[in-house]
């Protein structure tokens, strides 16, 4: 049995598996509305989320499964004090797949060691958020054509930023990439993923503080948002929050075939007057969040 805490949980070629898997679902629907059947999902989201959840939800119901779990902790028995392993134990007598959001990092891997049936997760505080990045990465290979030769931009809340964590980590296994670290000093991406992935794989980066230096070097620009509930300090986070805000005129020196990306939610970091430049993909990577993780849900319960 299969579990993913971490997208290194997954090798390269499992990946592209994923993706031709993401691919034919894109093209062939009608084929894949009856794997499931019988299968049930459980989303245990212990923290807020619309897109994750939602996307996991529709991508059970899409394979003709089933799903249950809650959206909130508070609506569940851990409001009474039960803890996580136990939760997970329980759930797994009902359901044959569960995804899991938790504000602490770690929660899914404890999960995990307690689980009989596989544990996603869904993002746990600002360590990782591995179903995210297999959308980044599909969101890429359609867009870009490819997962090498890239130049990429990472701009905003790079230290508590689990979805960029997880997407460099995911990256830095595919040939020439570079890295263009966007983030305020306070919010840099944290030295342990510069010396164990960036460092230890040498891999090309800098770091900035200028949205504007080597934007007309970026073929993908990553925007993330300043994360309120990570912040300790309600003034530091008023400080930063809108440290950049991309817009129309910040993209007049970009390539023409830039490919702009957010994991989403946005707050103000990227102006409404960019969502309608044909190189605002962010919209288009919701969607392809869903198909991936069909194509995730088919291969942890080995569906053919
Ligand atoms: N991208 C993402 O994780 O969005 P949600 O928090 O809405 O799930």
């Known amino acids: 049995m299969k579990h993913v805490i971490d997208i290194k949980d997954l090798s390269v070629e499992e990946i592209d598996s994923l993706i031709k898997v993401a691919k034919d679902i894109i093209n062939h629907k009608e084929k894949y509305s009856h794997k499931c059947d019988g299968k049930k999902l459980a989303t245990l ?3 807020p989320s619309t897109r994750t959840r939602l996307s996991f939800e529709s991508a059970m119901m899409e394979l003709g499964g089933n799903v249950i779990g809650f959206s909130e902790a508070s609506s569940s028995s851990v409001s009474k004090g039960e803890t996580v392993a136990d939760t997970i134990r329980v759930v797994g007598c009902y359901s044959d797949i569960i995804a899991m959001r938790h504000p602490k990092e770690g929660a899914p891997y404890v999960a995990s060691m307690k689980s009989e049936v596989p544990i996603i997760n869904a993002g746990d505080g600002g360590h990782n958020h591995p179903t995210q990045t297999l959308t980044d990465l599909l ?5 870009k054509g490819r997962l090498d030769n890239l130049t990429i931009g990472l701009c905003g809340d790079l230290k508590f930023g689990r979805t960029v964590h997880s997407l460099i980590t995911a990256m830095s296994r595919y040939k020439n990439i570079k890295f ?5 000093d306070e919010l840099k991406l944290p030295e342990y993923i ?6 230890k794989n040498n891999i090309e980066y ?5 949205m504007d230096e080597y934007m ?7 925007m993330t948002r300043v994360q309120r509930e990570r912040f300790f300090n309600e003034e530091d986070y ?12 910040k993209l007049e020196n970009a390539k023409k075939d830039l490919c702009i990306l957010h994991p989403l939610p946005r707050v103000n970091e990227i102006s409404t007057d960019v969502d309608d430049d044909p190189r605002a993909c962010y919209f288009k990577q919701v969607r392809y969040g869903k198909y991936i993780r069909m194509a995730l849900i088919l291969k942890l319960l080995e569906v053919k």
């Open 45 to 47: 989201f212990f923290e």
């Open 139 to 143: 969101t890429i290979e359609c867009e």
């Open 180 to 184: 263009v670290l966007i983030s305020p």
């Open 194 to 199: 510069k010396k164990d992935i960036l460092e």
């Open 206 to 210: 800098v770091e900035t503080k200028s």
């Open 216 to 222: 007309k070097d970026l073929d993908i620009l990553y």
């Open 238 to 249: 008023v400080r930063l929050k809108d440290y950049y805000i991309l817009n129309k005129a």
